[in-house]
Protein backbone atom coordinates (compact mmCIF):
# COMPACT_ATOMS: atom_id res chain seq x y z
CA UNK A 1 0.00 0.00 0.00
CA UNK A 2 1.53 3.39 -0.94
CA UNK A 3 1.07 5.54 1.68
CA UNK A 4 1.90 9.91 1.44
CA UNK A 5 5.03 10.69 3.01
CA UNK A 6 4.88 14.15 4.05
CA UNK A 7 8.49 15.86 4.33
CA UNK A 8 8.53 18.92 6.60
CA UNK A 9 11.19 21.13 7.52
CA UNK A 10 11.63 21.65 11.14
CA UNK A 11 13.30 24.29 12.03
CA UNK A 12 12.35 24.41 15.85
CA UNK A 13 14.33 21.55 16.14
CA UNK A 14 17.58 23.25 14.50
CA UNK A 15 19.87 24.94 17.49
CA UNK A 16 19.87 28.47 18.12
CA UNK A 17 21.46 31.59 19.94
CA UNK A 18 19.63 31.43 23.41
CA UNK A 19 16.54 34.22 23.96
CA UNK A 20 17.55 37.39 25.30
CA UNK A 21 16.01 38.43 28.60
CA UNK A 22 14.62 41.58 26.69
CA UNK A 23 11.28 40.82 25.25
CA UNK A 24 10.21 41.31 21.42
CA UNK A 25 8.41 44.07 20.30
CA UNK A 26 6.04 41.85 18.47
CA UNK A 27 2.57 42.82 16.85
CA UNK A 28 0.29 41.61 19.74
CA UNK A 29 -2.56 40.90 17.62
CA UNK A 30 -4.83 44.34 17.61
CA UNK A 31 -4.69 44.79 13.90
CA UNK A 32 -8.10 47.42 14.46
CA UNK A 33 -5.25 49.42 16.80
CA UNK A 34 -3.24 49.05 13.64
CA UNK A 35 -5.42 50.29 11.04
CA UNK A 36 -6.90 53.08 13.19
CA UNK A 37 -3.51 54.29 12.92
CA UNK A 38 -2.94 54.52 9.76
CA UNK A 39 -5.53 56.82 9.19
CA UNK A 40 -4.88 60.58 8.57
CA UNK A 41 -6.99 62.90 6.64
CA UNK A 42 -3.92 64.77 5.22
CA UNK A 43 -2.00 62.16 3.22
CA UNK A 44 -0.99 63.52 0.05
CA UNK A 45 -1.21 60.18 -2.40
CA UNK A 46 1.51 61.44 -4.77
CA UNK A 47 3.82 62.75 -1.52
CA UNK A 48 7.35 61.84 -2.09
CA UNK A 49 7.41 58.84 0.75
CA UNK A 50 11.77 59.31 1.27
CA UNK A 51 10.68 63.07 2.10
CA UNK A 52 7.77 62.56 3.88
CA UNK A 53 8.82 60.05 6.29
CA UNK A 54 12.95 60.89 6.42
CA UNK A 55 14.30 57.70 4.73
CA UNK A 56 17.84 58.25 4.00
CA UNK A 57 19.36 56.34 0.95
CA UNK A 58 20.89 54.10 3.85
CA UNK A 59 21.44 52.99 7.01
CA UNK A 60 24.90 52.30 8.58
CA UNK A 61 25.59 51.06 12.08
CA UNK A 62 27.36 48.38 14.36
CA UNK A 63 25.30 46.51 17.13
CA UNK A 64 26.11 43.58 19.05
CA UNK A 65 24.40 41.54 21.59
CA UNK A 66 24.93 41.69 24.81
CA UNK A 67 26.27 38.50 25.21
CA UNK A 68 28.80 39.64 22.11
CA UNK A 69 27.36 36.57 20.43
CA UNK A 70 25.59 38.31 17.34
CA UNK A 71 27.90 41.33 15.94
CA UNK A 72 25.52 42.94 13.57
CA UNK A 73 26.79 45.38 11.00
CA UNK A 74 24.43 47.59 8.94
CA UNK A 75 25.46 48.88 5.10
CA UNK A 76 22.43 48.43 3.24
CA UNK A 77 20.33 50.57 0.58
CA UNK A 78 16.83 51.21 1.69
CA UNK A 79 14.46 50.71 -1.35
CA UNK A 80 11.38 52.89 -1.22
CA UNK A 81 8.49 52.47 -4.17
CA UNK A 82 6.70 55.34 -5.67
CA UNK A 83 3.66 55.77 -2.69
CA UNK A 84 1.20 55.72 -1.63
CA UNK A 85 1.16 52.41 0.39
CA UNK A 86 -2.31 50.45 0.89
CA UNK A 87 -3.33 48.17 3.48
CA UNK A 88 -5.26 45.51 1.47
CA UNK A 89 -7.45 42.63 2.35
CA UNK A 90 -6.30 39.04 1.11
CA UNK A 91 -7.48 35.55 0.75
CA UNK A 92 -5.33 32.23 0.00
CA UNK A 93 -6.40 31.14 -3.21
CA UNK A 94 -6.25 28.32 -5.43
CA UNK A 95 -4.79 27.84 -8.98
CA UNK A 96 -7.79 28.76 -11.39
CA UNK A 97 -8.16 26.89 -14.44
CA UNK A 98 -7.44 30.02 -16.86
CA UNK A 99 -4.30 30.38 -15.25
CA UNK A 100 -3.56 26.90 -15.13
CA UNK A 101 -4.09 27.09 -19.06
CA UNK A 102 -1.87 30.25 -19.92
CA UNK A 103 0.87 28.45 -17.84
CA UNK A 104 0.59 24.97 -20.10
CA UNK A 105 0.08 26.78 -23.11
CA UNK A 106 3.81 29.09 -22.16
CA UNK A 107 5.63 26.54 -20.55
CA UNK A 108 4.53 23.22 -22.26
CA UNK A 109 3.08 24.43 -25.57
CA UNK A 110 2.64 21.31 -28.09
CA UNK A 111 5.13 18.60 -26.09
CA UNK A 112 3.09 15.90 -25.14
CA UNK A 113 2.46 15.19 -21.28
CA UNK A 114 1.68 11.90 -19.21
CA UNK A 115 -0.91 11.83 -16.46
CA UNK A 116 1.52 10.48 -13.42
CA UNK A 117 -0.87 10.77 -10.40
CA UNK A 118 -2.70 7.26 -9.56
CA UNK A 119 -5.75 7.25 -7.62
CA UNK A 120 -6.32 3.27 -7.86
CA UNK A 121 -4.43 1.04 -6.11
CA UNK A 122 -2.87 -1.05 -9.27
CA UNK A 123 -1.51 -5.23 -9.25
CA UNK A 124 1.76 -3.63 -9.93
CA UNK A 125 1.56 -1.67 -6.52
CA UNK A 126 0.53 -4.63 -4.44
CA UNK A 127 3.29 -6.70 -6.13
CA UNK A 128 5.53 -4.24 -4.95
CA UNK A 129 3.92 -4.92 -1.18
CA UNK A 130 3.68 -8.11 -1.51
CA UNK A 131 7.25 -8.25 -2.50
CA UNK A 132 8.53 -6.45 0.32
CA UNK A 133 6.23 -8.60 3.63
CA UNK A 134 7.18 -11.78 1.67
CA UNK A 135 11.31 -11.02 1.68
CA UNK A 136 10.20 -9.84 5.62
CA UNK A 137 8.65 -12.70 6.39
CA UNK A 138 11.44 -15.09 4.96
CA UNK A 139 13.96 -13.70 7.00
CA UNK A 140 11.38 -13.77 10.30
CA UNK A 141 11.17 -17.56 9.55
CA UNK A 142 14.62 -18.31 8.63
CA UNK A 143 15.69 -16.80 11.80
CA UNK A 144 18.02 -14.29 9.93
CA UNK A 145 15.43 -11.56 11.69
CA UNK A 146 14.22 -11.81 15.07
CA UNK A 147 10.93 -10.46 15.97
CA UNK A 148 12.02 -7.99 18.04
CA UNK A 149 14.09 -6.31 15.72
CA UNK A 150 11.44 -6.76 12.96
CA UNK A 151 8.87 -4.21 12.30
CA UNK A 152 6.11 -6.64 12.32
CA UNK A 153 5.50 -9.89 13.53
CA UNK A 154 5.09 -13.21 11.95
CA UNK A 155 1.50 -13.47 12.68
CA UNK A 156 1.26 -9.41 11.38
CA UNK A 157 2.88 -10.27 8.45
CA UNK A 158 0.43 -13.17 7.60
CA UNK A 159 -2.31 -10.86 7.87
CA UNK A 160 -1.22 -8.21 6.03
CA UNK A 161 -0.11 -10.73 3.04
CA UNK A 162 -3.79 -12.42 3.26
CA UNK A 163 -5.28 -8.86 2.98
CA UNK A 164 -2.96 -7.49 0.10
CA UNK A 165 -3.30 -11.33 -1.79
CA UNK A 166 -7.90 -10.56 -1.21
CA UNK A 167 -7.15 -7.11 -3.00
CA UNK A 168 -5.25 -8.28 -5.89
CA UNK A 169 -8.00 -9.77 -7.26
CA UNK A 170 -9.98 -6.67 -7.64
CA UNK A 171 -7.21 -4.24 -8.51
CA UNK A 172 -6.67 -2.80 -11.92
CA UNK A 173 -3.83 -3.92 -13.66
CA UNK A 174 -2.26 -0.12 -14.23
CA UNK A 175 0.12 0.82 -16.65
CA UNK A 176 -1.88 2.50 -19.09
CA UNK A 177 -1.06 6.03 -20.07
CA UNK A 178 -3.48 8.87 -20.30
CA UNK A 179 -2.13 11.83 -22.25
CA UNK A 180 -2.62 15.30 -20.05
CA UNK A 181 -3.95 18.57 -21.58
CA UNK A 182 -3.93 21.11 -18.62
CA UNK A 183 -6.57 20.36 -17.32
CA UNK A 184 -7.43 20.30 -13.66
CA UNK A 185 -9.04 17.26 -12.21
CA UNK A 186 -9.64 15.43 -8.86
CA UNK A 187 -6.57 13.53 -7.56
CA UNK A 188 -7.32 11.68 -4.02
CA UNK A 189 -4.53 11.60 -1.31
CA UNK A 190 -4.26 8.27 0.02
CA UNK A 191 -3.40 8.15 3.92
CA UNK A 192 -2.36 4.41 5.48
CA UNK A 193 -5.30 1.64 4.43
CA UNK A 194 -7.49 4.66 3.55
CA UNK A 195 -6.81 5.23 -0.45
CA UNK A 196 -9.25 8.13 -0.41
CA UNK A 197 -8.19 9.93 2.87
CA UNK A 198 -8.95 13.47 0.41
CA UNK A 199 -8.49 15.11 -2.33
CA UNK A 200 -7.50 17.68 -4.40
CA UNK A 201 -7.62 19.18 -7.66
CA UNK A 202 -4.69 19.52 -9.45
CA UNK A 203 -2.41 17.92 -12.44
CA UNK A 204 0.94 15.71 -12.19
CA UNK A 205 2.35 15.53 -15.67
CA UNK A 206 5.46 13.97 -17.03
CA UNK A 207 6.86 13.97 -20.59
CA UNK A 208 8.90 10.75 -21.60
CA UNK A 209 12.04 10.85 -23.47
CA UNK A 210 14.62 14.16 -23.96
CA UNK A 211 13.88 16.99 -22.39
CA UNK A 212 12.21 15.22 -19.69
CA UNK A 213 9.73 18.07 -18.67
CA UNK A 214 7.24 17.72 -15.53
CA UNK A 215 4.25 20.32 -14.73
CA UNK A 216 2.36 19.93 -11.43
CA UNK A 217 -0.58 21.88 -9.64
CA UNK A 218 -1.50 21.01 -6.58
CA UNK A 219 -4.32 22.71 -5.02
CA UNK A 220 -5.21 22.40 -1.29
CA UNK A 221 -6.60 19.55 -0.22
CA UNK A 222 -10.23 19.51 1.01
CA UNK A 223 -9.58 18.34 4.48
CA UNK A 224 -10.35 20.52 7.09
CA UNK A 225 -7.98 19.52 9.86
CA UNK A 226 -5.29 17.69 9.60
CA UNK A 227 -5.36 13.68 9.22
CA UNK A 228 -2.85 11.57 11.41
CA UNK A 229 -2.24 7.83 10.35
CA UNK A 230 -0.54 6.10 13.20
CA UNK A 231 0.85 2.55 12.57
CA UNK A 232 3.56 0.05 14.70
CA UNK A 233 6.21 1.52 12.27
CA UNK A 234 5.45 5.14 12.62
CA UNK A 235 2.94 7.89 11.18
CA UNK A 236 2.35 9.65 7.97
CA UNK A 237 -0.20 12.45 7.88
CA UNK A 238 -2.11 15.96 5.36
CA UNK A 239 -1.48 18.60 7.37
CA UNK A 240 -4.28 21.34 6.91
CA UNK A 241 -2.59 23.98 5.12
CA UNK A 242 -2.90 27.17 2.08
CA UNK A 243 -0.39 26.15 0.17
CA UNK A 244 -1.81 25.63 -2.98
CA UNK A 245 1.42 25.50 -5.56
CA UNK A 246 2.44 25.06 -9.39
CA UNK A 247 5.59 23.82 -10.43
CA UNK A 248 6.85 23.33 -13.86
CA UNK A 249 10.32 21.82 -14.67
CA UNK A 250 12.53 20.71 -17.88
CA UNK A 251 15.22 18.16 -16.99
CA UNK A 252 18.98 20.32 -17.69
CA UNK A 253 21.84 20.00 -16.74
CA UNK A 254 21.44 23.40 -15.07
CA UNK A 255 19.09 22.27 -12.26
CA UNK A 256 21.93 22.08 -9.96
CA UNK A 257 21.93 26.16 -10.17
CA UNK A 258 18.11 26.30 -9.47
CA UNK A 259 18.76 23.97 -6.07
CA UNK A 260 21.74 26.51 -4.83
CA UNK A 261 20.25 29.77 -5.47
CA UNK A 262 17.16 28.74 -3.62
CA UNK A 263 19.28 27.50 -0.99
CA UNK A 264 21.42 31.06 -0.63
CA UNK A 265 23.77 28.50 1.14
CA UNK A 266 27.21 28.73 -0.91
CA UNK A 267 25.70 29.85 -4.46
CA UNK A 268 27.65 32.57 -5.99
CA UNK A 269 24.77 35.15 -6.23
CA UNK A 270 25.38 37.73 -8.62
CA UNK A 271 22.86 40.70 -8.90
CA UNK A 272 21.89 41.72 -12.51
CA UNK A 273 20.41 44.35 -13.75
CA UNK A 274 18.27 44.46 -17.42
CA UNK A 275 21.40 46.45 -19.13
CA UNK A 276 24.23 44.59 -17.20
CA UNK A 277 26.97 42.77 -19.53
CA UNK A 278 27.56 38.51 -18.16
CA UNK A 279 28.60 38.59 -15.00
CA UNK A 280 33.07 37.92 -15.41
CA UNK A 281 32.55 34.53 -13.84
CA UNK A 282 29.94 33.20 -15.73
CA UNK A 283 31.15 34.27 -18.71
CA UNK A 284 32.50 31.01 -20.13
CA UNK A 285 29.47 29.11 -19.58
CA UNK A 286 26.07 31.89 -19.89
CA UNK A 287 25.14 32.85 -23.67
CA UNK A 288 22.48 34.49 -22.75
CA UNK A 289 22.56 38.15 -21.78
CA UNK A 290 20.80 39.72 -18.57
CA UNK A 291 19.00 41.85 -21.26
CA UNK A 292 17.80 38.72 -23.29
CA UNK A 293 16.86 37.42 -20.05
CA UNK A 294 14.71 39.88 -18.82
CA UNK A 295 12.90 39.96 -22.32
CA UNK A 296 12.27 36.46 -21.93
CA UNK A 297 10.88 36.85 -18.67
CA UNK A 298 8.60 39.79 -19.82
CA UNK A 299 7.01 37.44 -22.58
CA UNK A 300 6.65 34.67 -19.99
CA UNK A 301 4.31 37.64 -17.94
CA UNK A 302 2.73 38.90 -20.76
CA UNK A 303 1.84 35.50 -22.30
CA UNK A 304 0.73 34.24 -19.12
CA UNK A 305 -1.20 37.27 -18.67
CA UNK A 306 0.46 38.23 -15.13
CA UNK A 307 1.87 41.27 -16.02
CA UNK A 308 -0.25 43.43 -14.16
CA UNK A 309 0.04 41.31 -10.85
CA UNK A 310 3.70 40.43 -10.90
CA UNK A 311 6.55 42.10 -11.82
CA UNK A 312 10.45 41.58 -11.15
CA UNK A 313 11.64 42.08 -7.31
CA UNK A 314 15.30 40.68 -7.75
CA UNK A 315 17.30 38.97 -10.42
CA UNK A 316 20.70 37.16 -9.93
CA UNK A 317 22.94 35.12 -12.04
CA UNK A 318 23.56 31.57 -9.50
CA UNK A 319 26.55 28.62 -9.50
CA UNK A 320 25.59 25.52 -9.38
CA UNK A 321 28.20 25.02 -6.27
CA UNK A 322 26.55 23.33 -3.34
CA UNK A 323 29.98 24.15 -1.26
CA UNK A 324 31.76 26.91 -0.37
CA UNK A 325 35.36 24.74 -1.51
CA UNK A 326 33.74 23.77 -4.52
CA UNK A 327 34.01 26.22 -7.48
CA UNK A 328 31.24 26.98 -9.64
CA UNK A 329 30.98 25.31 -13.70
CA UNK A 330 27.25 26.40 -14.33
CA UNK A 331 25.12 29.25 -14.10
CA UNK A 332 21.94 30.13 -14.52
CA UNK A 333 19.44 33.05 -14.33
CA UNK A 334 17.51 33.26 -11.28
CA UNK A 335 14.32 35.25 -11.06
CA UNK A 336 12.18 36.75 -8.13
CA UNK A 337 8.51 37.51 -9.20
CA UNK A 338 6.27 39.86 -6.46
CA UNK A 339 2.79 41.01 -6.59
CA UNK A 340 2.16 44.15 -7.10
CA UNK A 341 -0.58 45.98 -5.50
CA UNK A 342 -0.90 49.40 -7.01
CA UNK A 343 2.89 49.42 -8.41
CA UNK A 344 3.82 48.35 -5.10
CA UNK A 345 5.48 45.22 -4.22
CA UNK A 346 4.99 42.53 -1.97
CA UNK A 347 8.54 42.25 -0.14
CA UNK A 348 10.05 38.73 -0.65
CA UNK A 349 10.02 36.14 1.74
CA UNK A 350 12.94 34.11 0.44
CA UNK A 351 12.84 30.99 2.90
CA UNK A 352 10.22 32.08 5.16
CA UNK A 353 7.76 29.09 4.64
CA UNK A 354 4.64 30.18 5.99
CA UNK A 355 2.85 30.59 8.96
CA UNK A 356 1.20 28.39 11.60
CA UNK A 357 -0.56 30.95 14.72
CA UNK A 358 -2.13 27.38 16.51
CA UNK A 359 1.26 25.68 17.87
CA UNK A 360 4.49 24.95 16.78
CA UNK A 361 3.43 21.08 15.54
CA UNK A 362 4.33 19.74 12.24
CA UNK A 363 0.66 19.44 11.49
CA UNK A 364 -0.28 22.93 12.56
CA UNK A 365 -2.32 24.78 9.94
CA UNK A 366 -0.21 26.51 7.73
CA UNK A 367 -0.69 29.47 5.26
CA UNK A 368 2.25 29.79 3.56
CA UNK A 369 3.75 32.54 1.59
CA UNK A 370 3.28 33.62 -1.77
CA UNK A 371 6.18 33.23 -3.74
CA UNK A 372 7.22 33.17 -7.62
CA UNK A 373 10.52 32.11 -9.41
CA UNK A 374 12.02 31.29 -12.65
CA UNK A 375 15.34 30.09 -13.32
CA UNK A 376 16.40 30.14 -16.64
CA UNK A 377 19.13 29.09 -19.18
CA UNK A 378 20.33 29.94 -22.73
CA UNK A 379 17.18 27.73 -24.09
CA UNK A 380 14.81 29.73 -21.81
CA UNK A 381 12.59 29.07 -18.27
CA UNK A 382 13.58 25.57 -17.14
CA UNK A 383 12.36 25.87 -13.69
CA UNK A 384 9.31 27.96 -12.53
CA UNK A 385 7.75 27.86 -9.28
CA UNK A 386 4.75 29.89 -7.75
CA UNK A 387 2.96 29.33 -4.41
CA UNK A 388 0.20 30.17 -2.37
CA UNK A 389 -0.84 32.14 -4.87
CA UNK A 390 -3.57 35.53 -3.54
CA UNK A 391 -7.04 36.96 -4.02
CA UNK A 392 -6.87 40.31 -3.34
CA UNK A 393 -9.94 41.73 -1.45
CA UNK A 394 -11.03 44.74 -0.77
CA UNK A 395 -8.89 48.08 0.59
CA UNK A 396 -8.96 48.89 4.11
CA UNK A 397 -6.38 52.10 3.79
CA UNK A 398 -5.68 53.20 0.38
CA UNK A 399 -2.86 55.72 1.80
CA UNK A 400 -1.60 54.58 5.23
CA UNK A 401 0.35 56.72 7.24
CA UNK A 402 3.58 55.49 8.31
CA UNK A 403 6.28 56.20 11.34
CA UNK A 404 8.92 58.73 10.42
CA UNK A 405 12.13 56.25 9.70
CA UNK A 406 13.96 57.46 13.19
CA UNK A 407 11.61 55.43 14.85
CA UNK A 408 11.88 51.88 12.62
CA UNK A 409 15.81 52.46 13.06
CA UNK A 410 15.30 52.69 16.44
CA UNK A 411 13.42 49.56 16.41
CA UNK A 412 15.93 48.16 14.09
CA UNK A 413 19.05 48.80 16.17
CA UNK A 414 17.34 46.81 19.45
CA UNK A 415 16.23 43.81 17.82
CA UNK A 416 18.60 43.28 14.69
CA UNK A 417 21.38 41.38 17.61
CA UNK A 418 18.28 39.95 19.43
CA UNK A 419 17.02 37.82 16.25
CA UNK A 420 18.05 33.99 16.10
CA UNK A 421 20.85 32.99 14.23
CA UNK A 422 19.57 29.35 12.86
CA UNK A 423 21.75 26.10 13.40
CA UNK A 424 24.30 28.61 15.55
CA UNK A 425 25.63 26.35 18.56
CA UNK A 426 27.78 28.57 20.91
CA UNK A 427 29.37 25.20 22.12
CA UNK A 428 30.73 24.55 18.85
CA UNK A 429 31.17 28.63 17.65
CA UNK A 430 32.12 31.45 19.18
CA UNK A 431 30.29 34.24 17.57
CA UNK A 432 27.80 34.67 15.12
CA UNK A 433 28.47 37.94 12.40
CA UNK A 434 25.13 39.43 10.85
CA UNK A 435 25.36 41.60 7.48
CA UNK A 436 22.41 43.40 6.47
CA UNK A 437 22.90 44.58 2.64
CA UNK A 438 19.36 45.83 1.70
CA UNK A 439 16.20 47.01 3.37
CA UNK A 440 12.99 47.11 1.50
CA UNK A 441 9.67 49.23 2.33
CA UNK A 442 6.83 47.36 0.73
CA UNK A 443 3.93 45.04 1.12
CA UNK A 444 3.77 42.10 3.89
CA UNK A 445 0.86 39.27 4.31
CA UNK A 446 -0.07 39.27 8.13
CA UNK A 447 -2.49 36.74 9.09
CA UNK A 448 -6.33 37.19 11.06
CA UNK A 449 -5.54 35.39 14.70
CA UNK A 450 -7.43 32.13 14.62
CA UNK A 451 -7.99 32.56 10.58
CA UNK A 452 -6.30 29.95 8.36
CA UNK A 453 -6.11 32.10 4.86
CA UNK A 454 -7.61 35.41 5.49
CA UNK A 455 -5.28 38.37 6.37
CA UNK A 456 -3.91 41.62 5.01
CA UNK A 457 -1.39 43.64 3.08
CA UNK A 458 0.44 45.60 5.41
CA UNK A 459 2.93 48.35 4.95
CA UNK A 460 6.82 46.89 6.35
CA UNK A 461 10.49 47.07 6.19
CA UNK A 462 12.23 44.21 5.69
CA UNK A 463 15.56 43.89 6.27
CA UNK A 464 17.25 41.50 4.62
CA UNK A 465 20.78 39.89 5.07
CA UNK A 466 23.44 36.95 5.86
CA UNK A 467 24.34 35.44 9.41
CA UNK A 468 27.32 33.09 9.20
CA UNK A 469 29.38 31.66 11.53
CA UNK A 470 32.46 29.01 11.86
CA UNK A 471 32.06 25.69 13.05
CA UNK A 472 34.81 23.75 15.04
CA UNK A 473 33.69 20.49 16.09
CA UNK A 474 36.73 18.31 17.51
CA UNK A 475 36.38 15.15 19.94
CA UNK A 476 36.35 11.76 19.65
CA UNK A 477 34.80 11.14 17.02
CA UNK A 478 35.25 14.10 15.20
CA UNK A 479 37.65 17.13 14.10
CA UNK A 480 37.00 19.50 11.49
CA UNK A 481 36.22 23.48 11.30
CA UNK A 482 33.37 24.73 8.82
CA UNK A 483 31.45 27.98 7.86
CA UNK A 484 28.12 28.26 7.59
CA UNK A 485 26.64 31.03 6.11
CA UNK A 486 22.26 32.20 5.53
CA UNK A 487 20.99 34.55 3.16
CA UNK A 488 17.21 35.76 5.19
CA UNK A 489 15.05 38.45 5.79
CA UNK A 490 16.21 38.78 9.79
CA UNK A 491 13.63 41.17 10.56
CA UNK A 492 10.52 42.76 9.86
CA UNK A 493 8.96 45.56 11.27
CA UNK A 494 5.51 47.38 10.59
CA UNK A 495 5.96 50.58 9.25
CA UNK A 496 3.09 51.85 10.51
CA UNK A 497 2.94 51.12 13.98
CA UNK A 498 6.23 49.69 14.72
CA UNK A 499 5.98 46.19 16.00
CA UNK A 500 7.94 43.02 15.07
CA UNK A 501 6.42 41.59 12.88
CA UNK A 502 7.04 37.55 13.46
CA UNK A 503 6.61 35.77 10.25
CA UNK A 504 6.24 32.49 12.01
CA UNK A 505 2.94 33.30 13.65
CA UNK A 506 2.03 35.58 10.86
CA UNK A 507 1.76 38.63 12.47
Known amino acids: MKR ?13 VPTPEEEFVVNKGNQSEMIEASRSE ?14 PERMTGSYTSADGVIRVNVDAEIVVPRGPLPIVRVYAAEFEQPDVTALWNALVGDAVLYDSWENEETKDDIETELKQYNEMLDRLQSGELSESDSMYSIDELNEMIAELMERYSSAPDGGEKTVETGIL ?11 KAASRMGISAHSEGDPWITFRVENDSDNAEALIYREKD ?6 ARRS ?3 HYNRSSEKSDCYLAAYACDYAELVPVDRDDPIPEAAAGDLRMTPQEAYAEVDRFLSATGLSDRFAVSRAVVAGDTQSPDTPCEKF ?9 IGGVPVNRALLSTGSSQMNEDDYAPTWTYEQFFLVLDEDGIFIAEWKAPLTVGEPINDNAKLLDFAEIEKTAARMLPMTEVRNFDPNT ?31 VYCFYGTDSFTRTVKDAYHDFTETSCLSRIVLIVNAVDGSVIDPQKGY
Do not use: T
Open 332 to 340: AYYFELSRR
Open 42 to 55: DAAPDADLRLLYHI
Open 234 to 239: GWSGIP
Open 4 to 16: LLVLLLCLAMLAC
Open 185 to 195: HKQYLPLGDNK
Open 429 to 459: SEYAERNIDRIELGLWRIAEQNELGKGMLVP
Open 244 to 246: ARF
